[in-house]
């Protein structure tokens, strides 16, 4: 296993939350038996042509956050500068990012400009993270305060919600200034866990591990306070995330050894659910056999992870065998299982980005995988997609996803292009522009 680097360090900025209304669990349908890893499974899912978007009050502007909620995307902030071309390393800009919002309802194809964010936030230097309780959008930003020779730096953080149906921004009560930055924030029941990334000490000591370990914490809305969530079964660990499934959440992460030897990597799960004396309480479940613990979405109670990356350690380290990132985990029967693989093709220009879906679908690159069919489904591209368009070509656009009552609608707005012969020279340019698709289910 190895352990995160510097630029994750325990941060898990997604760029896109999305609120699952329902749980597949709860649906009553039965999910085929497909043999896990069996190939070339294509469903009968209806994709619509793409659609261009209505044009946006939002300037042009690259990794806006992206957050449905009740059947709508808002897009908060982004950034308007020159963006680094893709796979450089670029210094951080001087102008802060925006804080403009304005939401888009795909049911009628329109824009509505909402009250702008108290604070800059998205572009791919923002540390924001962002969860859903009810029609509230809680959002924990976090600030480097030092920057010391060895060890961890100071993090200040700042909390704050909007209120989607009132268009009503307020400041809350930030957790205290740490040594680290929280991985994300996830809804439990009314509540809002803030959890961390990793327990790493960065060589802050002879140990792999901080001592003592930081708590994850938890907000209470009605008193307006946070309290340290009891400690996991899992702890030390990094590449910590926290997913919600409504009235629990689950843990996924790999544990922090001081040796981790030559050992395939595995994804360690804990889940916290309501003790019958009050509280809450943890409970290990079966370690997953996948390659790494991010991109992993959550329909109703089945956690997918559908990206494409596979290993086998390489030479030195060879594993023996192949290890996938696609992988499925039901929590209800706390099972693992691959996932069915993908037909084969030329992916060519990829669409989606960052794992986008809903109670049903997840989309990523130029898939959309059923998880109540077990099967995949092509995309089509996008009409104005760049690898058409010139030699080099490459896009970044900000996803999102709607359920709908017959599937959802996959959008994809704003972010750049870049045009040109190669990497090197190409020109890039900033969009305010987008496309949406519709889903159909098939019918049972």
């Not at 597949?24 to 209806?46: D, E, F, I, W, Y």
């Not at 030479?315 to 993908?342: C, H, M």
Request: proline fraction near 10%.
């Amino acid at each position: 296993m190895r352990r995160s680097d510097m630029r994750r360090r325990g941060v898990a900025w997604v760029g896109v939350v999305a609120v699952a209304l329902l749980s597949l669990a709860a649906c009553g349908a039965s999910r085929p038996s497909t043999r896990p890893g069996q190939g070339g499974v294509v469903g009968t899912t209806a994709v619509s042509p793409w659609q261009p978007m209505a044009t946006s009050p939002l300037s042009p502007r690259d990794r806006p956050l992206a957050i449905t909620v009740a059947g709508r995307v808002l897009f908060f902030g982004g950034r308007d500068t020159d963006p680094c071309p893709p796979n450089a390393s670029c210094v951080a800009p001087t102008r802060p990012a925006l804080r403009d919002v304005a939401a888009y309802d795909p049911a009628t194809d329109r824009w509505t400009s909402l009250s702008p964010a108290p604070q800059p936030m998205g572009g791919s230097d923002n540390r924001t993270a962002a969860a859903v309780v009810g029609g509230t959008v809680y959002f924990l930003s976090s600030r480097q305060l030092d920057s010391p020779s060895s060890g961890l730096p100071t993090v200040s953080h700042s909390f704050f919600a909007y209120d989607v149906l009132a268009d009503r921004w307020s400041m809350l009560r930030a957790p205290a200034d740490s040594k680290n930055y929280f991985g994300g924030l996830a809804a439990l029941g009314e509540r809002v866990a803030a959890y961390v990334g990793s327990h790493e000490s960065y060589g802050a000591s002879s140990s792999p591990a901080q001592s003592p370990l930081p708590p994850d914490m938890l907000f209470n809305p009605t008193s307006a306070t946070w309290s340290d969530l009891p400690a996991d079964p899992l702890r030390p660990s990094f590449d910590r995330q926290f997913h919600s499934t409504g009235t629990s959440l689950v843990l996924l992460g790999s544990r922090l050894v001081a040796q981790p030897g030559n050992q395939p990597p595995s994804t360690q799960a804990a889940i916290l659910e309501p003790a019958p004396a009050g509280g809450f309480a943890w409970r290990e479940l079966p370690v997953g056999d996948n390659l790494g613990v991010y991109g992993f979405h959550v329909a109703g109670y089945i956690f997918v992870n559908i990206g494409e990356d596979s290993a086998n350690g390489g030479e030195v380290n060879n594993w023996g065998r192949r290890v996938y990132e696609a992988s499925e985990f039901d929590v209800p029967t706390a099972k693992w299982s691959q996932l069915p693989r993908r037909p084969k093709s030329k992916l060519g220009h990829r669409t989606v980005d960052t794992t986008v879906g809903g109670v049903r679908y997840a989309a990523l690159g130029n898939w959309l995988y059923d998880v109540l069919g077990r099967s995949w489904t092509r995309l089509p591209r996008p009409p104005d997609a760049a690898a058409e368009v010139t030699p080099f070509g490459y896009e970044a656009r900000t996803p999102a996803w709607v359920d709908g009552p017959r599937g959802g609608t996959l959008v994809i707005w704003g972010g750049v292009t870049w045009q040109g012969k190669s990497a090197q020279d190409g020109v890039a340019r900033l969009r305010n522009d987008g496309w949406r698709v519709d889903v159909i289910a098939p019918s049972r």
